[in-house]
């Protein structure tokens, strides 16, 4: 059974930084995608970033558009540890971010910004971004 499990939430000013962590355990992954969701009030699950792996030396890095330049993710080279450096943060990236994981190396968009794609989820880690 996977357990992800995140921290790193909190609250900080606009304009400040913070870096989420996400520990996968339970089993090892030999290819897989990564990835962080978040939903603020009101609104619905959103794709933030992932991270592929196909079991090589090459992986590949997918943004949400609007974060890109601003979130970074990143693992960790035992393949355990999935991170999320946010800076800039603005009051609009509120939200309670989710770590999420899959079984299967994703490419393509469609796939790995959906959340239905992703067979097992962490509890989420809340930020809160004061203005």
């Known amino acids: 059974q996977v357990q992800l499990v995140e921290s790193g939430g909190g609250l900080v000013q606009a304009g400040g930084s913070l870096r989420l962590s996400c520990v996968a355990s339970g089993r090892t992954f030999v290819g897989y995608t990564m990835g962080w969701f978040r939903r603020a009030p009101g609104k619905e699950r959103e794709f933030v970033a992932a991270?592929?792996?196909?079991?090589?030396?090459?992986?590949?890095?997918f943004y949400q558009d609007f974060l890109r330049g601003r979130f970074t993710i990143s693992r960790d080279n035992a393949n355990t540890t999935l991170y999320l450096q946010m800076s800039s943060l603005k009051p609009e990236d509120t939200a309670v971010y989710y770590c999420a994981a899959s079984d299967h190396t994703y490419y393509s968009r469609t796939r790995y910004s959906s959340a239905g794609m992703y067979e097992y989820w962490g509890q989420g880690t809340q930020v809160t971004v004061s203005s």
């Open positions: 991270i592929n792996w196909g079991g090589g030396s090459s992986s590949y890095a």
